[in-house]
């Protein structure tokens, strides 16, 4: 069965650059986008952006100016930057794939996997 | 951009049924995906397209999805289904393209 399993560092003080990774064991990786998804401590979900094999990505327009997403197709993994992070980047980041059924493709897509999650606490 | 509208918390004793509201204009237009996340956990899917159950999501949970209001409805509630519950949309329309509910924290009395 597929599994993501995500790294990175989790403690980041202002200004620098916060760097996770998603490796997707078990299954595809091509033809589907994977994203990224944040969660403050206490607070609800929020889309970061995501990226398909070829590389291509979408951003939320939010986070846009300071987010790269990349894609290493020989390691089926893919990587998330935020750069110039502040106190409100601290979060738990997820990593997804995004799906949808037969009945609602292309049109309507979810999220059917997920990683387990990596807090990341911007502190001085 | 859209805006998903869910009850900060709902409560519920055991056995009883649990309705969980997501809110959003012309709604019914679109599908509804719910996941669980229990504390320290990631969400999992248990509800996506209004209705549909992933494999190894029991019966209890079903959904609905009419006019301005998607609901998640929980039968037979257990202690084990207290969780905070979120829905989201994909909205084409909008660069945001991903839309989450505020998520509702559902109490088992």
């Known amino acids: 069965q597929v599994q993501l399993q995500q790294w990175g560092a989790g403690l980041l003080k202002p200004s620098e650059t916060l760097s996770l990774t998603c490796a997707v064991y078990g299954g595809s990786f091509s033809g589907y986008y994977w994203s990224w998804i944040r969660q403050p401590p206490g607070k609800g979900l929020e889309w970061i952006g995501e990226?398909?094999?070829?590389?291509?990505?979408n951003y939320n327009p939010s986070l846009k100016s300071r987010v790269t997403i990349s894609v290493d197709t020989s390691k089926n993994q893919f990587s998330l930057k935020l750069s110039s992070v502040t106190a409100a980047d601290t979060a738990v980041y997820y990593c997804?794939?995004?799906?949808?059924?037969?009945?609602?493709?292309?049109?309507?897509?979810?999220?059917?996997?997920w990683g387990r999650g990596t807090l990341v606490t911007v502190s001085s | 951009s859209y805006v998903l509208t869910q009850p900060p918390s709902v409560s519920v004793a055991p056995g009883q049924t649990a309705r969980i509201t997501c809110g959003g204009n012309?709604?019914?237009?679109?599908?509804v995906h719910w996941y669980q996340q229990k504390p320290g956990q990631a969400p999992v899917l248990v509800v996506y397209?209004?209705?549909d159950r992933p494999s190894g999501i029991p019966e209890r949970f079903s959904g609905s999805n009419s006019g301005n209001t998607a609901t998640l409805t929980i039968s037979r509630v257990e202690a084990g289904d207290e969780a905070d519950y979120y829905c989201q949309v994909w909205d084409s329309s909008s660069d945001h393209r991903v839309v989450f509910g505020g998520g509702t924290k559902l109490t088992v009395l």
């Open positions: 990226i398909n094999h070829s590389g291509s990505t």
């Open positions: 397209d209004d209705s």
């Open positions: 997804a794939r995004r799906y949808c059924s037969s009945t609602s493709c292309p049109f309507d897509w979810y999220f059917d996997l």
């Open positions: 012309n709604i019914g237009s679109k599908s």
